[in-house]
């Protein structure tokens, strides 16, 4: 792993560079104040100091729909394997996206493979962002410790006065530093500026509910049947925005779409939502999920303790957009803090 840095007049440059070799990526603002991952040309379609986008950059890794077969019987085609792909950058991903990505790849590599997903990552070069402060109040990076970069990524940029400090991490990203001729060497002044950086993040990130890492995953074991479920689930619209914007929520259906005359058609890939009422229904009408507090369980168990027995992790990233988009104000946090409030 090693460092550069790029100075502020020359990131334009950089953009322009890696938009001439293939298509990027980046954080572009909307009329609303929202924000989304969109096909840039140059730096000043971006918008680097932005909050979470409405849709985490999973959608490049795994999109909304997918052809994963199809077959053309007038040419003589039997069901074909096909990968929808292309050269990718994705430029300005914050650190809790980069863990959402993360997080996927766990889950994609481990038996059976998914192939797909792990061919279109090989395709993705990632280029990060450090955040210096929070997005907004719905955000809870510190409690998952997610504000600070923990790999994944092929650079890694940390603002500083009047350069980027770059972390390099892949031979990919190391080619990129080298084709450009638009880096310098660190010099040990913006080695001190990173260090001033980190420290101020360590007085502005703290947990943002009163409750230790390592014991998050027991809180929803022993809470499992808390009436704060109940609550929730009069709440909960069943809606599916909180899974549909969630940076680690994987659920996926399979959909065969053939012509009407059956002589070609396609087998799809298309996301699902476990807060759906149909999402757990089974032969003869059965669900073993019928109620809406049950599924709002079913997710939070999905985030904080079942991956972590499973992975070793957790699989929220703090990046608040559940909370952020949810049109019955379930908030993340406040959950959190119901459920420690009721266990004592």
Known sequence: MTQALIRKEKLAELVTFLASRQKVVGPVPLSNGQFKFAEVSSLAEMALD?????????KYFMPQHETLLKYDVAKGQQMEAVVE?????LFGVHTCDLAGIQCLNVVFSDRPKDLHYMIRKNHITLIGLECSDYCDSYANCG????????????????????????????????????ES?????????????????????????????PIRYQDIPRLFDETF????????????????????????????????????DLSKGRRIRVWDSCQHENFAKIAGNESFREERFD?????????????????????CTGCGRCSRTCMAKIDLKETINALMEERG
């Not at 932005?50 to 999973?58: A, N, R």
């Not at 940390?158 to 080298?178: A, F, Q």
Request: charged residues 30%.
């Open 85 to 89: 792909v292309e050269e990718l950058t």
């Open 143 to 178: 409690m998952l410790r997610n504000h600070l970069p923990k790999g994944g990524y092929d650079l890694f940029f940390s603002e500083l006065e009047d350069c980027y400090m770059v972390d390099i991490s892949t031979h990919k990203g190391e080619s990129l530093v080298e």
């Open 50 to 58: 932005y909050i979470p986008t409405i849709l985490p950059p999973k």
């Open 295 to 315: 599924r709002k369980r079913h997710r939070f168990n999905r985030k904080f303790r079942y991956p972590m027995l499973r992975y070793k992790r957790i699989f």
């Open 225 to 260: 049947d808390s009436d704060v479920w109940k609550r929730l689930g009069e709440k909960c619209l069943s809606c599916g925005n909180c899974t549909n914007v969630c940076p680690t929520c994987y659920c996926f259906d399979i959909l065969d779409e053939p012509e009407l």
């Open 181 to 209: 001729g638009l880096f310098e060497p660190v010099v040990f002044e913006v080695e001190k500026q990173l260090q001033t950086l980190r420290k101020a993040k360590k007085k502005i990130f703290k947990s943002e509910v």
